[in-house]
């Protein structure tokens, strides 16, 4: 396993990193969950991804239950948390970043996680009702307070970034330094668009997520959908369409020839592909079982045999045109 910096920070994470929407609780219970980070840090990763959203606050619950019995020592791992949906509906509870239920938020997450406090948290979302400044402040806070020791963003647009950034600074209070973006074959604008600037500017650094769609580029919805698969879970029908999109079906079929040829997995690969952007700091990979982390984490060889040659062929098969770099 490499490791690469959080963007300009002094902390390093590992290239692929664990994450548990969806899994933990719904498809994986404490004794699985143990089990699938114990084989993501075997293979060197150093963070786990976590929100209080998941799974309505029970991801923490397993996450905080694995955690317990495996006995890690805390310096050698990161968490993380995130904020922004909430888990009531009371009327300052949710879609917020109101600096009430951030700290109030953070008090539930650290007793479900049974921890001191989180390495990284994050917005999950922007809230465009409440002010920046006061989202600022309360971020700054939960660090000065010990509660988490850095703070970022997730799909936030980039002038709600360079805002938060420069309120930081006006008032030198601690500054978001990381993004959390979807970024996978499919979706690439913003972590190839919007995004570059501040890893440029500001030494943004990125935890992406979803590199394998929901599991659409590992292949396995290529005849329909499985009934062990996310696609079939009760509560993710709004994912059907994509996973069984003939067009991206089709693209993925294309990977097949340059998979063959590299001796890897369809997952692998797309992997691997998250991992050639420089841009990124850690991919933050999903499983629903052991076997699947232990495939996912060879991922990091794969990227070493990803030639230049190769990336363009799989930008034709998504009928990607990249501009030429000016000098
Ligand atoms: P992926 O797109 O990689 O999807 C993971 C799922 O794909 C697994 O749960 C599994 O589902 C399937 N899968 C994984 N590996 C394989 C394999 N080798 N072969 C076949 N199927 C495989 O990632 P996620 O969507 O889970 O996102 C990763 C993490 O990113 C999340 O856990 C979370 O921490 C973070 N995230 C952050 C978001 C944000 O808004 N900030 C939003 C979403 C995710 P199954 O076996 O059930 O089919």
Redesign the pocket.
Known sequence: MKYRYLGKTGIQVSELSF?????FHN?ADVSLAQNMMAAAYDAGVNFF?NAEVYAGGKSEQVMGDALKKLKWRRGSYLVST?FYWGLNNGINEKNTLNRKRLIEGMNGSLERLQLDYVDLVYC?RPDPTTPIEETVWAMHNLIEWGKALYWGT??WAASEIIEAIQIAERHHLHKPVVE?PQY?MFERKRMEGDYVRFYKEYGYGTTT???????LL?G?YQGGIPKD??GALKGYEWLRDKLTDEGKLAKVNGLEPIVKELGC?L?QLALAWCLKNPFVSTV??????VE?VH??MKAADVADKVTAEIMERIDAVFGVKKEEEEE
Do not use: C, F
């Open positions: 994450g548990s929407w969806v899994t498809q991804d995130k999950h997730s799909e959390q996978n997520w979803s590199p394998l769609a929901s599991g590992s396995k698969s996310r997995t997952s933050i990979t999903g499983a629903s079982r699947q495939e996912n």
